[in-house]
């Protein structure tokens, strides 16, 4: 693929090769045999750009940052130091008698000029010219391919190192669990299948026998799977590369009638999902990917070598409802990959939440992962919330997904301000137009909302015409918002995020850049003045990457109790080109996706080399040499992210995971531990372990208490001596033994750490790691701790005038004070409401409130009744006069309302009716003071002594509380959090 960028990047590199020495010039002799064309050149300076120069020039100070600091290019001295390499580089121009086009001054110090041949070679002579190099058009790694980005590629990449991309995970097969297969992808072209059994020249070749397709596989056993006919699909569209292709329906056509769905019954994909995420993992290598007549060069998956097995299990249907795969159908498709003998699952599917550990899949992948088979499973789509993710088994590889090198245009406004945006379809500049939101040029009976999204009709061609119009991302396709700006005859689209979410590079009606938050809202807020202008022009700057994708779904996995670290690694997943089935994508072979879904098959791909190469590895053991062999990700602005709850161990490195040193493995008994530790009883008698108790390449403590140790185990795939180096800002650690010495491959040893609070803070998670070097390799392994001040109960309720309470906490910290609250009271109101009515209770709540709590009782059935605590302004004469929701009640059966720390002011709880019947009910507003309250509440001890990390017992007591209802206290610790107790 041709690049300017790479190009530019290809410069880079020489520069940096050449800073350390600069080359004698030509002599004479040489110089008269040297042929030197003209055009555009890179002429670098011998003089140290502004990242490196540590001083020496009269006036200007030292610009290099100090270890640990970053760069400041825009401090005082660096202004002064660009200006004076921009003189410097402006003279030797000169001399030559040209003005540069271009100057580089931060990791360069470099110019670019148009020359003469005569002009470039008698700069290559100059003193203090380090290089000049043509500004050639290369056709290297790009990494906008994200098999280029993860250095699969080339003569140095990891295809090369295993003999080409034939080779590159040949014997092995990755079975899909999908949409389905668009068969005549030219990404799966290959021979057909013939009756012919293979010879030693060629034995993992497939071949046809009594209707089942047979393989040979790099492990030693036998793949065997069928090509099921059905709609529009034969069994003479299986070939060498899709070796079989089954379907599953029975679960989805049972729920779905006929005159629902829109798919095929068979192993055709109706979506394009399953052909782009079984292309990436396995399609061929070296597939010319044309999209609307936008050539974007060579695309290949990531183990072209593999072979492929269908699994359709995911239909489409008419409407959202009716459309995914239904359980059974799903496990009736791991089931049969299982039987087959694939070597790799690739699951692109979850929930709306974290799936049981229970759960029949996960339990089936249990079963997968015990039988060799490696299981990679995508995190979801539901981030950045905390605690967003699925598929959090420990037998699977859970896997987020990151951002590579995008396709980029920048929109440069009338005032002087630009920002680079992704795009795919500003060829040429689209110069100097109009800049007006939807709004402004919308047809008369259009909704302002739905033109601002432009929707279809929602523009007039009288007003949009030879304008660039600004349109908010929304519900509807972005593709189509385009469609309408051409329909109106706007000469150019910028696409905005109204809030922080992907850019994508779709293939517009319209030359589009799309932008992300914050540039969008200032280009928003620009578009709005009068007599706004803007311009698209290709190309920009470059975006900071691997970055991880914001919608990618969040640890910390609440099944695992925070225990194990999940997701366990990050693969490319943003705006990532494959094939797709054409008549779901406007007729495209190809296209840009984004998800989990297209991070998870870039793992099932790098799984299928390492089986090409080691196949009797296990499917933990090759997590293992991917999780340690990670890379960093990046913040959006470069730096290198500390948030492990969205990546795990990092950015997946195939250049890397060839050669782990060291690898954690664990089994089926394992397994069986963990599960009776999440309180599953497996009937084998294995005792139960935590989840962080695993033989697991990351280490995650949900709860630090004290000193927790966990143990693991190692085994060296490279013998020799490994010395331990742990960083874990805030924690105090220690690893016993600190060294490992191996004397053989195989060996296994084994090593604890142990954790106590230092200087961090409690309640906040802690991120580092844990990295054993030696024997020429750095085996790292992610660490996440959150240490606690306190384990305590959420909610306290007792009974009666007098009485009292004993629980249990368990501290965190050696001093532990704990303040108590209340006992408040009001007097229950009665109220009653009509169905489908509305009554409200309003009132004040004062400063220095600690607690709020809403009581509603009622006869009523349970969940007849809502109640919602609203804010009110000041002014306001019901809940809908600018009321804020502050929140509702989550249990129906007790349906109350507790607020720690309310903001002072007027507050209405509302109750709505859902029932059939009038309703009676009481309210009661308990508001528990800092200081004070209507019955005394004592805790004993009050200054309990503690031991970090062991449960002690405590009592509250209380004494002469009167009236009717609920009675309100609450216990608040060191860490802000507390225990609410209810009496009455």
């Known amino acids: 693929m041709t690049s300017h960028r790479t190009a530019a990047a290809y410069g880079a590199v020489v520069l940096m090769a050449l800073a350390f020495a600069a080359p004698t010039p030509p002599t004479s002799s040489e110089a008269a045999t040297t042929q030197v064309a003209?055009?555009?050149?890179?002429?670098?300076?011998?003089?140290?750009?502004?990242?490196?120069?540590?001083?020496?020039?009269?006036?200007?100070?030292?610009?290099?940052?100090?270890?640990?600091?970053?760069?400041?290019?825009?401090?005082?001295?660096?202004?002064?130091?660009?200006?004076?390499?921009?003189?410097?580089?402006?003279?030797?121009?000169?001399?030559?008698?040209?003005?540069?086009?271009?100057?580089?001054?931060?990791?360069?110090?470099?110019?670019?000029?148009?020359?003469?041949?005569?002009?470039?070679?008698?700069?290559?002579?100059?003193?203090?010219?380090?290089?000049?190099?043509?500004?050639?058009?290369?056709?290297?790694?790009?990494?906008?391919?994200?098999?280029?980005?993860?250095?699969?590629?080339?003569?140095?990449?990891?295809?090369?190192?295993?003999?080409?991309?034939?080779?590159?995970?040949?014997?092995?097969?990755?079975?899909?669990?999908?949409?389905?297969?668009?068969?005549?992808?030219?990404?799966f072209a290959a021979p057909a299948l013939t009756a012919t059994p293979p010879g030693d020249d060629d034995p993992y070749r497939p071949y046809a026998r009594a209707g089942e397709v047979v393989m040979r596989k790099a492990d030693g056993g036998t793949f065997t799977g069928t090509c099921q006919a059905g709609e529009q699909f034969t069994a003479a569209l299986c070939n060498e590369k899709i070796i079989s292709a089954r379907y599953f329906s029975d679960g989805w056509t049972h729920a779905v009638p006929p005159e629902q769905r829109a798919d095929y019954l068979s192993p055709r994909d109706a979506q394009g999902h399953g052909t782009h995420t079984a292309s990436t993992a396995a399609g061929n290598a070296g597939v010319e990917a044309d999209v609307a007549g936008v050539g974007f060069g060579e695309i290949s998956g990531v183990a072209p070598g593999a072979s492929i097995a269908v699994y359709k299990a995911l239909y489409q249907g008419k409407t959202s409802d009716d459309t995914g795969g239904a359980e059974q159908d799903l496990l009736a498709a791991i089931d049969q990959a299982v039987a087959d003998g694939v070597d790799v699952i690739n699951y692109s599917v979850g929930a709306g939440a974290e799936s049981a550990v229970t759960d029949p899949i996960q339990l089936a992948f249990l079963n997968a992962a015990a039988a060799g088979v490696f299981v990679s499973t995508a995190g979801g789509n539901s981030g950045p919330g905390a605690s967003s993710l699925d598929n959090t088994a420990p037998w699977e590889t859970t896997v987020a997904a990151s951002s590579i090198g995008q396709y980029t245009a920048t929109v440069a406004l009338g005032d002087g301000r630009s920002f680079t945006?992704?795009?795919?379809?500003?060829?040429?500049?689209?110069?100097?137009?109009?800049?007006?939101?939807?709004?402004?040029?919308?047809?008369?009976?259009?909704?302002?909302?739905?033109?601002?999204?432009?929707?279809?009709?929602?523009?007039?061609?009288?007003?949009?015409?030879?304008?660039?119009?600004?349109?908010?991302?929304?519900?509807?396709?972005?593709?189509?918002?385009?469609?309408?700006?051409?329909?109106?005859?706007?000469?150019?689209?910028?696409?905005?995020?109204?809030?922080?979410?992907?850019?994508?590079?779709?293939?517009?009606?319209?030359?589009?850049?799309?932008?992300?938050?914050?540039a969008a809202t200032t280009v928003r807020t620009y578009a709005a003045t009068e007599g706004a202008r803007a311009s698209l022009v290709p190309g920009g700057d470059d975006m900071p990457y691997p970055q991880a994708a914001v919608f990618s779904s969040r640890g910390p996995s609440e099944i695992n109790d925070g225990d194990l670290l999940k997701p366990d690694i990050a693969a490319p997943g943003v705006s990532i080109l494959a094939a797709v089935a054409p008549p779901a994508y406007a007729g495209h072979d190809f296209d840009f996706l984004s998800g989990t879904s297209m991070a998870t098959p870039h793992v099932a791909g790098l799984a299928a080399l390492y089986f090409g190469e080691h196949p009797t590895m296990s499917p933990m053991a090759v997590k293992s040499a991917l999780m340690t062999t990670a890379g960093p990700i990046s913040t959006a602005t470069g730096e290198v992210s500390t948030d492990v709850f969205a990546y795990g161990a990092g950015e997946a490195e195939p250049s890397k995971m060839l050669d782990p040193g060291l690898v954690y493995d664990s089994g089926e008994e394992d397994w069986l531990g963990y599960l009776e530790g999440r309180g599953v009883d497996t009937g084998t008698g294995v005792p139960a372990i935590a989840p962080n108790a695993l033989n697991y390449p990351s280490i995650a403590v949900g709860d630090l208490m004290g000193t927790v140790s966990v143990r693991r185990e190692v085994t060296a795939l490279t013998p020799g001596v490994y010395h331990a180096e742990i960083d874990l800002p805030g924690i105090e650690t220690k690893v016993k033994p600190p060294t490992l010495k191996f004397d053989e491959a195989g060996q296994t040893k084994e090593f604890t750490v142990t954790f106590a609070l230092g200087k961090g803070t409690p309640g906040q998670a802690h991120s580092g790691s844990l990295t054993w070097t030696g024997a020429?390799?750095?085996?790292?392994?992610?660490?996440?701790?959150?240490?606690?001040?306190?384990?305590?109960?959420?909610?306290?309720?007792?009974?009666?005038?007098?009485?009292?309470?004993?629980?249990?906490?368990?501290?965190?910290?050696?001093?532990?004070?704990?303040?108590?609250?209340?006992?408040?009271?009001?007097?229950?109101?009665?109220?009653?409401?009509?169905?489908?009515?509305?009554?409200?209770?309003?009132?004040?709540?004062?400063?220095?409130?600690?607690?709020?709590?809403?009581?509603?009782?009622?006869?009523?059935?349970?969940?007849?009744?809502?109640?919602?605590?609203?804010?009110?302004?000041?002014?306001?004469?019901?809940?809908?006069?600018?009321?804020?929701?502050?929140?509702?009640?989550?249990?129906?059966?007790?349906?109350?309302?507790?607020?720690?720390?309310?903001?002072?002011?007027?507050?209405?709880?509302?109750?709505?009716?859902?029932?059939?019947?009038?309703?009676?009910?009481?309210?009661?507003?308990?508001?528990?003071?800092?200081?004070?309250?209507?019955?005394?509440?004592?805790?004993?001890?009050?200054?309990?002594?503690?031991?970090?990390?062991?449960?002690?017992?405590?009592?509250?007591?209380?004494?002469?509380?009167?009236?009717?209802?609920?009675?309100?206290?609450?216990?608040?610790?060191?860490?802000?959090?507390?225990?609410?107790?209810s009496v009455g």
């Open 38 to 187: 003209a055009g555009r050149y890179l002429v670098t300076l011998a003089e140290k750009p502004i990242a490196t120069y540590a001083g020496g020039v009269a006036g200007i100070g030292r610009t290099k940052p100090d270890k640990g600091r970053k760069l400041d290019v825009g401090s005082a001295d660096a202004e002064r130091y660009r200006a004076h390499l921009t003189a410097r580089q402006r003279e030797v121009a000169s001399a030559v008698g040209v003005t540069p086009v271009r100057h580089f001054a931060v990791a360069a110090n470099t110019f670019v000029a148009d020359l003469t041949g005569a002009q470039a070679l008698t700069l290559m002579r100059s003193r203090g010219v380090v290089s000049v190099v043509p500004n050639r058009l290369l056709k290297p790694a790009d990494d906008r391919d994200s098999t280029d980005f993860l250095k699969l590629s080339g003569p140095k990449g990891v295809w090369s190192a295993l003999g080409g991309t034939d080779e590159a995970g040949k014997g092995v097969v990755v079975g899909v669990i999908d949409t389905g297969v668009w068969p005549e992808s030219a990404s």
């Open 421 to 518: 945006g992704v795009s795919t379809t500003v060829a040429a500049e689209v110069k100097d137009r109009p800049l007006v939101l939807g709004t402004a040029v919308k047809n008369p009976a259009a909704a302002d909302g739905a033109a601002a999204a432009c929707l279809p009709d929602t523009l007039d061609p009288a007003k949009a015409a030879g304008t660039i119009i600004v349109c908010q991302r929304d519900t509807n396709p972005r593709a189509e918002k385009s469609a309408e700006v051409a329909r109106a005859g706007g000469a150019g689209m910028v696409l905005v995020n109204t809030y922080d979410y992907t850019t994508d590079p779709d293939l517009h009606a319209v030359p589009t850049v799309h932008l992300n938050v914050p």
């Open 776 to 981: 020429g390799a750095a085996v790292r392994s992610p660490i996440v701790v959150t240490p606690q001040v306190v384990v305590a109960p959420e909610t306290l309720t007792g009974s009666g005038a007098t009485g009292s309470i004993t629980f249990q906490i368990t501290p965190g910290v050696p001093k532990l004070p704990i303040d108590v609250y209340g006992l408040a009271h009001a007097e229950p109101v009665a109220g009653s409401v009509a169905p489908g009515g509305e009554q409200d209770v309003t009132f004040t709540v004062q400063p220095d409130t600690k607690l709020l709590q809403t009581v509603v009782r009622t006869d009523a059935p349970a969940g007849s009744l809502l109640p919602l605590l609203v804010r009110l302004p000041e002014d306001a004469t019901s809940i809908f006069d600018g009321g804020v929701i502050v929140a509702s009640a989550d249990d129906p059966a007790d349906p109350a309302i507790t607020v720690v720390d309310p903001e002072p002011g007027r507050y209405a709880l509302a109750v709505f009716s859902f029932g059939a019947a009038d309703a009676s009910f009481t309210t009661q507003v308990n508001t528990v003071p800092v200081k004070g309250g209507s019955g005394g509440l004592t805790l004993s001890p009050r200054h309990p002594e503690v031991t970090p990390g062991t449960p002690m017992d405590l009592t509250l007591s209380w004494s002469g509380l009167t009236g009717g209802g609920r009675h309100t206290g609450y216990l608040e610790y060191p860490d802000g959090t507390g225990t609410v107790v």
